[in-house]
Structure formats: structure tokens, C-alpha cells
């Protein structure tokens, strides 16, 4: 089975600008979630996606927004972009299931100057 | 509040020898998962080993193994015959209660691990 996929890898952007993130959950995953990581805050959750409907949300502002196609398909929006919104952004999936690991992809790394 | 403490910022372990990296944790959950990942400097997250609250085994994988001690809320990794690959930045994660939290979990800080030949 293929793994998940996120694209692009890297991504430079401008202050103001906004950004689209894309992830591809393995096949029969339907559970789909976002995460940042910068060096200060570690891993924070954004939210989760599931049958298109979002699950859950993390305390992140209304800049941050995401959906979920009927393919499990994902992507994730950053709209007015700010200089603490570098980080790296990882996406994960998982089966449904208590004991289900998040399987992630290798991330996309947002730079803003 | 669920939370995750990982209290070694860094750790080193000589080739061949076991390390144990520290996780506590925090939740007033009564059923809860904990799960422990390994961050190689590519980025990429690398799913290990799981322990659920109420797993009486403590859980092994291969070189891995998870030290569970419930009553002080504690889940340590354990690798054993370390190996130069395993130099990596090591995270404990949390998922809480209900079964609509399968995509969300707490993260601690992260072990950053270096193996010395």
C-alpha cells in the first residue's frame, strides 16, 4: 500500500499571501488530520477530517481551514499568512479504531518571509 | 487537560546498548491509547509501539518495547541493541477518550536520541 502523500514538499510564500497544503490518506483510511511542528511549540493539533465532515479542531484561528473530499482526499488552507505560520505541516490517517496508529506523511515545510 | 511530558531533551547511548526514554502523562480519561514515534531529520513521523489503558502486557515490537506502569502514569520507551539509525528525535502521544478522537493526539516535547558508534 502506498503511504501518505502530501504535496508540495516545500513551499515559500509572502506575508498576506495564502496557501493550499494537499494530502493524500492511504487507500481505505478515512480518518485524515493535520498537524504543525515548529521548533517552539512542538507538535500542535489543527484538526481532523472524517467522512468529509471535520471531527475535531484544535485551538488555531478561523485562518486556519480545511475539507475533506469524497475520496478521503484533504487539503488544508491558510488564508492572510503571518510569519509565525512557518512550520511544518504534517498530515496523518488512520483507520477507525481506538488502537489505530496515525500514519503521517513527510510533511510539507511553509516558509513565510 | 491531557498532557504529555517528556523530561530529556537530548540523550546519548553508546552502539549496542539499550536506552530508555522518559514519557509521563496526564488525563482524567479512564480509557486512553499511548503511542510513541520516531522524527529522523528527513521529517518524516515513524509510527513504533502502542499501549492501551487497559493492555496488562506491556507491548513490544521487534527492538522496542514499552515500559507501562498505569498507577504512576507513566509510559517509557525502551530500545534495546541500539543501532546508528535509531539517531532520531523520539516523541509520546496520547489519544483520549471517545472514539471520535482517533485523529487527535497530544504530543509531548520529543527526545532527540544520538547513537555513538
Known amino acids: 500500500k502506498a503511504g501518505v502523500t502530501q504535496t508540495p514538499r516545500y513551499l515559500i510564500k509572502t506575508r498576506g499571501q495564502q496557501v493550499t497544503l494537499s494530502c493524500s490518506p492511504i487507500?481505505?483510511?478515512?480518518?485524515v488530520s493535520w498537524y504543525q511542528q515548529t521548533p517552539g511549540q512542538g507538535l500542535q493539533f489543527l484538526f481532523e477530517?472524517?467522512?468529509?465532515?471535520?471531527?475535531n479542531k484544535g485551538n488555531f484561528p478561523g485562518r486556519f481551514s480545511g475539507r475533506q473530499f469524497s475520496n478521503s482526499r484533504s487539503e488544508m488552507n491558510v488564508s492572510t499568512l503571518e510569519l509565525g505560520d512557518s512550520a511544518l505541516y504534517l498530515c496523518?490517517?488512520?483507520?477507525?479504531?481506538?488502537?489505530?496508529?496515525?500514519?503521517f506523511g513527510n510533511g510539507t515545510r511553509l516558509t513565510v518571509t | 487537560a491531557q498532557k504529555i511530558t517528556q523530561t530529556q531533551p537530548g540523550m546519548f547511548v553508546q552502539e549496542k546498548e539499550a536506552v530508555t526514554l522518559d514519557c509521563t502523562y496526564d488525563?482524567?480519561?479512564?480509557?486512553?491509547?499511548l503511542f510513541w514515534y520516531k522524527q529522523p531529520s528527513s521529517g518524516e513521523m515513524i509510527f513504533l509501539i502502542y499501549?492501551?489503558?487497559?493492555?496488562?502486557q506491556n507491548a513490544t515490537e521487534g527492538r522496542y518495547s514499552l515500559n507501562f506502569q498505569k498507577a504512576r502514569k507513566s509510559a517509557n520507551l525502551v530500545i534495546s541493541a541500539s543501532q546508528l539509525g535509531d539517531s532520531a528525535m523520539y516523541f509520546c502521544?496520547?489519544?483520549?477518550?471517545?472514539?471520535?478522537?482517533?485523529?487527535?493526539?497530544?504530543f509531548g516535547q520529543g527526545t532527540t536520541l544520538q547513537v555513538k558508534p
Open positions: 499501549q492501551g489503558s487497559y493492555d496488562e
Open positions: 488525563t482524567s480519561d479512564q480509557s486512553y491509547g
Open positions: 502521544a496520547m489519544r483520549g477518550g471517545g472514539s471520535s478522537n482517533t485523529g487527535k493526539l497530544i
Open positions: 477530517y472524517f467522512s468529509e465532515t471535520q471531527r
Open positions: 487507500s481505505g483510511h478515512r480518518s
Open positions: 496523518a490517517s488512520s483507520q477507525q479504531g481506538y488502537n489505530s496508529p496515525l500514519h
